[in-house]
């Protein structure tokens, strides 16, 4: 179970890290139309059986680490598995349901080429990237605490 968590946490990571890192600051050279028809795009097809697997498995293995260490939180990796469980809990899947998603849907309802469009996609931009980082650092740090949990 920790090993499934470590390797979900690091693929989720991975994934966010290269949004933040390029995929965002591409799309955001492009014409706002080309933008937001683009991202309109991403989000229809990330709901995939195979990334709402990781992603949603992750938590769940989670929270079942979580419960477990409270149950057990003598143990020595208690604090390294219940800290990483709630950065991915937290910081990922919360952060994801409460910011991402609500400026996703947002975005969904706007058509590429209107003046309301182009005006949400400025802002759009800089709101979902930040919390993009927010994500990509949780589930990089939980996946480091979770490998400490592992060796401890």
């Not at 499934?4 to 994934?15: E, I, K, S, W, Y």
């Not at 600051?25 to 990781?54: C, E, K, W």
């Not at 079942?64 to 003598?74: A, G, K, N």
């Not at 058509?111 to 182009?118: F, H, I």
Request: with cysteine.
């Amino acid at each position: 179970m920790k090993l499934f968590a470590v390797l979900g946490c690091g693929l989720m990571a991975g994934v966010f890290f290269a949004f933040s890192a390029f995929v965002m600051n591409a799309l955001a050279r492009l014409q706002p139309t080309q933008g937001i028809a683009a991202m309109q795009s991403i989000n229809i097809t990330v709901i995939n059986p195979l990334f709402m697997t990781v992603f949603l498995g992750t938590g769940g293995i989670c929270i079942f680490l979580l419960i477990s260490s409270l149950l057990r939180w003598q143990r020595t990796n208690a604090v390294y598995l219940i800290t990483g469980s709630l950065l991915y809990l937290i910081g990922t899947l919360s952060v994801t349901i409460f910011f991402n998603v609500p400026l996703n849907e947002a975005l969904a309802l706007i058509k590429p080429d209107s003046a309301d469009g182009v005006q949400l996609w400025t802002t759009y931009l800089n709101n979902w990237t930040f919390w993009n980082h927010i994500r990509a650092a949780a589930a990089l740090t939980a996946s480091a605490s979770l490998t400490l949990a592992i060796r401890s």
